[in-house]
């Protein structure tokens, strides 16, 4: 079993910058393909972005192209997501994501993710 366990999140203003951070445990790291997800209040899930086992392939919703990164260090088994430019509509719990089914970036489906963690809140004010 992969545990996800996330942080980062809190309160900033619009035009502002957060990084949420995933620690993994349990299972060889760097194995996983891993990802974001994100849920805001009366929505369903959506896909953030992604990230290839050797960290040499991204993929991001269109939403957030060219405002957020996703990268991971397999020697501290952590992945981010560093957000900048942050807009209210960001608003949601952000949800780190590992899977193991095949190295892609491409899917962008929840049920293609084996493990998910708690997640974490993020508020972004007008």
């Known amino acids: 079993q992969l545990q996800l366990v996330e942080s980062g999140g809190g309160l900033v203003q619009a035009g502002g910058s957060l990084r949420l951070s995933c620690a993994a445990s349990g299972r060889t790291f760097s194995n996983y393909a891993m990802g974001w997800f994100r849920q805001a209040p009366g929505k369903g899930r959506e896909f953030v972005a992604a990230v290839s086992w050797s960290g040499s392939k991204t993929n991001y919703a269109d939403s957030v192209k060219g405002r957020f990164t996703i990268s991971r260090d397999n020697a501290k088994n952590t992945v981010y997501l560093h957000m900048n430019s942050l807009k209210p509509q960001d608003t949601a719990v952000y949800y780190c994501?590992?899977?193991?089914?095949?190295?892609?970036?491409?899917?962008?489906?929840?049920?293609?993710?084996?493990?998910w963690g708690h997640g974490t809140q993020v508020t972004v004010s007008s």
């Open positions: 994501v590992a899977t193991t089914t095949e190295d892609t970036v491409e899917i962008t489906t929840g049920g293609f993710y084996d493990y």
